[in-house]
């Protein structure tokens, strides 16, 4: 199974993107789906989670208001918006899904699109 994330682009302070993670096989099943991002220079980070079938969502406090996670069961799509966007935003943009039960380690991972917001 491949992760495909797409959405990303350059975009102003204040302005919004959404964010698409597909997975390849529409018989995929996961327990969680994540957002994580990693800015230049830094370790990558926790963005936002979301249950399978449910609406249960966490997020990271940087984003928390700004940004929303939410998922398309029937296409087999996790989607962020992000709104507001700050220049501490900018990052490459993961999805990673938590498929094993009882290990809270992501285990799929996509490939990245990258977001970069200018002051």
């Known amino acids: 199974v491949q992760l495909q994330a797409s959405g990303g682009g350059l975009v102003q302070a204040g302005a919004s993107l959404r964010l698409s993670c597909v997975a390849s096989?529409?018989?995929?099943?996961?327990?969680?789906m994540g957002w994580f991002r990693q800015a230049p220079g830094k370790e990558r980070e926790f963005v936002a989670t979301?249950?399978?079938?449910?609406?249960?969502?966490d997020y990271a406090d940087s984003v928390k208001g700004r940004f929303t996670i939410a998922s398309d069961n029937a296409k087999n799509t996790v989607f962020l918006q992000m709104n507001s966007l700050k220049p501490e935003d900018t990052a490459v943009y993961y999805c990673?899904?938590?498929?094993?039960?009882?290990?809270?380690?992501?285990?799929?991972w996509g490939q990245g699109t990258l977001v970069t917001v200018s002051s």
């Open positions: 979301i249950r399978y079938g449910s609406s249960n969502a």
């Open positions: 990673a899904a938590r498929t094993i039960v009882g290990k809270s380690s992501y285990n799929y």
């Open positions: 096989e529409r018989t995929f099943r996961w327990l969680n």
